[in-house]
């Protein structure tokens, strides 16, 4: 198995969502991220510099959603998955993940889950 940069249950505020009220406030979406990269390196010479810096995945992620706007979490997914593969280029792939709790009322969330790898369409 590839090496993995995980970050789990990321809360982000934004607009996400079709109706008419999705449209006029935020929301909490939870964004849960996995980019597989080689982390040999990093860890050898125990440098920043050469790893995948989480904190600024999370900020990439955050920031892609609050701008967005989306109407679909998938195509918040695709435009986090795409931001983070333009910025890492030490990833080869991307798994991405958005939750949204107020999605079906009936359940304790609902998403989607992508995978994308560099390259690929």
Known sequence: ???RVL???LSVDC?????????EREQRVFVDLALEADVR???RTDD???AVDYVRAAEIATRVAVEGRFRLVEALAEGVARALLAEFRAAGAVEVRVRKPAG????GWAGVEIR???GSR
Do not use: Q, T
């Not at 607009?15 to 449209?23: K, M, N, Q, S, T």
């Not at 079906?104 to 359940?107: E, F, K, M, N, R």
């Open 15 to 23: 607009i996400v969502g079709d109706l008419p009220h999705e449209r």
């Open 7 to 9: 970050i789990h249950d």
């Open 41 to 43: 390196e990093a860890a």
């Open 104 to 107: 079906v009322p009936a359940a």
């Open 116 to 118: 994308r790898e560099r």
């Open 48 to 50: 920043l510099r050469l």
């Open 1 to 3: 198995m590839p090496d």
